[in-house]
């Protein structure tokens, strides 16, 4: 088998926790999916049913973890993890509810609100960082992939994640991060070339940043 010219890609976006139902900032806090959470991703990975897939990849949290293993035990696969497309890590902000963070760090959390590429959450991980780590990390385990055809491969991702890949794979830019999480579906559909799949893994951190 050799490497495919073509790869589809099935986005899962991984199920809530009791942070998130709560509407409290998670970050890449671990946590587990609740009974409403996996309500969730049980009707969402329905699309897959019947559907063959080459891999379902997830980070390491226990909620994309659990998500990995529904979508990967309906279609017949077994889930890979992949620490690279963990969630962006937001520091002293995580479990906080917003209106708490913007009462302790009304400057900074503004900015982030508005630009989240413009600051960095206090003890957290820089948007651009998140960005090299998530894609870099993803192509890298997409470039692995060997099909005779056209592969398809699931990937789980906590929301901020899950929305830096859409980025990627729209060509849209990370200052838009917010209004590209809002158009994430539970569940959809990529297709993405071997060239763009070598460009991100090859690419150098000083490459990416400046497409910013």
Request: hydrophobic share 40%; proline share 6%.
């Given at each position: 088998?050799?490497?495919?010219?073509?790869l589809h890609?099935?986005?899962?976006?991984?199920?809530?926790?009791?942070?998130?139902?709560?509407?409290?900032?998670?970050?890449?806090?671990?946590?587990?999916?609740t009974?409403?959470?996996?309500?969730?991703?049980?009707?969402a990975?329905?699309?897959?049913?019947?559907?063959?897939?080459?891999a379902v990849?997830?980070?390491?949290?226990?909620?994309?973890?659990?998500?990995?293993?529904?979508?990967?035990?309906?279609?017949?696969?077994?889930?890979?993890?992949?620490?690279?497309?963990?969630?962006v890590?937001?520091?002293?902000w995580e479990?906080?509810?917003?209106?708490?963070a913007?009462?302790?760090?009304p400057?900074?959390?503004?900015?982030?609100?508005h630009?989240?590429?413009?600051?960095?959450?206090?003890?957290?991980?820089?948007?651009?960082?998140?960005?090299?780590?998530?894609i870099?990390?993803?192509?890298?385990?997409l470039?692995?992939?060997?099909?005779?055809?056209?592969p398809v491969?699931?990937?789980?991702?906590?929301?901020?994640?899950?929305?830096?890949?859409?980025t990627?794979?729209?060509?849209?830019?990370?200052?838009e991060?917010?209004?590209?999480?809002?158009?994430?579906e539970?569940?959809?559909?990529h297709v993405?070339?071997?060239?763009?799949?070598?460009?991100?893994?090859d690419?150098?951190?000083a490459?990416r940043?400046?497409?910013?």
């Open positions: 088998m050799a490497k495919p010219e073509q890609l099935i986005l899962i976006r991984a199920g809530s926790s009791t942070w998130d139902e709560a509407g409290r900032i998670v970050g890449d806090a671990d946590l587990p999916m009974d409403a959470g996996r309500a969730d991703v049980e009707a990975i329905e699309q897959l049913d019947g559907m063959k897939l080459a990849f997830a980070g390491t949290d226990e909620a994309s973890e659990q998500t990995a293993a529904a979508a990967a035990g309906l279609v017949a696969c077994k889930p890979k993890t992949c620490t690279t497309i963990n969630e890590d937001l520091g002293l479990g906080l509810m917003p209106g708490e913007e009462e302790k760090y400057t900074v959390f503004k900015q982030w609100s630009d989240p590429t413009s600051v960095t959450p206090p003890e957290g991980e820089p948007l651009s960082d998140a960005e090299d780590r998530i870099t990390g993803l192509a890298k385990a470039d692995k992939i060997k099909s005779d055809g056209e491969v699931g990937i789980v991702l906590r929301p901020i994640a899950l929305g830096i890949v859409r990627w794979l729209t060509d849209g830019n990370l200052r991060l917010w209004d590209e999480m809002e158009r994430c539970p569940i959809e559909r993405i070339r071997r060239e763009a799949i070598v460009s991100a893994k690419r150098a951190p490459e940043a400046a497409r910013a």
